[in-house]
């Protein structure tokens, strides 16, 4: 059955001296930990293995990888970004159900153990270890302190849930649910409703899924790839000692600097929903993007629209899945939302749009 699900891809990998070596612009295949398993060439192009023998796991490696990183560099838009080619042995550790990212040496490393299930045969382990160097040549040397040790596992789960989502959108939020979610160990999951406010485990893994589940929703209610270059970005600013709440500062900077605010609203609003900020929460019934075009106030009877020109325009409102719940005209000089329950709305009149979070 399993293998009814090779794929055939193509890489990019090096030709030199009428050989085929596994490693390209991103990474390389070594052997740098034990068990003493050299890399695999070939003098074809033709690099097929089924997951018991030798070659599958690297094929895999090199292709998750790569994707991945030209998906930061030429989508999200971060090209200097992980300036080096980073080296991997996927058959190392000596065989224990572990992987690492290894900063120490020149350059980084990344090792995958073989313990329970190979973890180099898990893109969701792939593409996490691998944001660990993503992170750190966006911030190297900060990684000190308890939160700031936990955002760091919950920002590689973040994208490791991410990637999962391109290949596949099923249960794309239970990470490693290959290597994981069996009789080896429970895996991860960023599929729950745990709040900051609530307080931290004490484990950085498991508060790290408080993390990841935080921009997670940001991702789904701001456009993907707006989403990943603003949190990308502001791992730039990130600093020893640092914690959560101070993580969602650094969002919403990174917000303004690259998209002038325009979707701060929304991030603050999340973070109220999960506890990571206190300030301004309780008395905002109402965040709004794009307020400079929508003319509003807020009464306590709720949202009023207000109509400046008297002319009857259009107006719909959408759920976030973009479902049309309501629509109506507005006639006079203002006109009152219905009650909303809480969530976020898109709201439209004429050809202009404004997310709304209640």
């Known amino acids: 059955y399993l293998n009814n699900e090779l794929k055939d891809v193509k890489l990019s990998a090096l030709f030199d001296n009428n050989t085929f070596f596994l490693e390209n612009k991103h990474l390389k295949i070594v052997n740098q930990s034990t068990p003493d398993i050299q890399p695999t060439v070939k003098t074809d192009s033709i690099f097929s293995f089924n997951r018991s023998e030798i070659g599958f796991e690297e094929v895999n490696t090199l292709y998750h990888i790569s994707r991945f990183a030209d998906y930061i560099k030429d989508y999200v838009g971060f090209k200097d970004i992980m300036n080096y080619q980073i080296a991997v042995d996927v058959y190392a550790l000596n065989g224990n159900d572990n992987s690492e990212f290894v900063s120490s040496t020149n350059p980084p490393r990344l090792n995958f153990g073989q313990g329970g299930v190979d973890d180099a045969e898990d893109a969701d382990v792939l593409i996490h270890e691998y944001s660990h160097a993503v992170s750190h040549s966006a911030a190297p040397g900060t990684l000190i302190g308890y ?192 009650a909303l329950s809480k969530g976020i709305y898109i709201l439209k009149i004429d050809e202009f749009s404004w997310k709304i979070a209640f």
């Open 147 to 338: 939160e700031r040790s936990a955002m760091e596992e919950g920002f590689c789960d973040y994208w490791a849930a991410v990637y999962s989502r391109m290949l596949n959108e099923n249960s794309y939020k239970k990470l490693f649910n290959w290597d994981g979610h069996n009789e080896f160990w429970e895996g991860r999951s960023i599929d729950h409703d745990r709040k900051y406010s609530d307080g931290l485990d004490g484990n950085k893994y498991k508060d790290g899924e408080v993390f990841a589940a935080m921009l997670m929703d940001i991702r789904e209610h701001i456009k993907d790839s707006v989403a990943d270059r603003i949190i990308l970005q502001s791992v730039y600013s990130w600093y020893p000692n640092m914690n959560f709440s101070n993580a969602i500062e650094q969002i919403m900077k990174a917000d303004t600097l690259l998209y002038n605010s325009e979707n701060s609203g929304i991030i603050h609003w999340l973070a109220c929903n999960r506890g990571f900020v206190i300030e301004d929460c309780e008395n905002k019934s109402f965040t709004i993007t794009n307020k400079s075009q929508l003319d509003y106030s807020i009464t306590h009877d709720g949202l009023i629209l207000l109509n400046q020109r008297l002319v009857d325009e259009e107006i719909q409102l959408f759920n976030i899945e973009g479902k049309l719940i309501f629509t109506d005209f507005m006639t006079g000089s203002q006109f009152k939302l219905p």
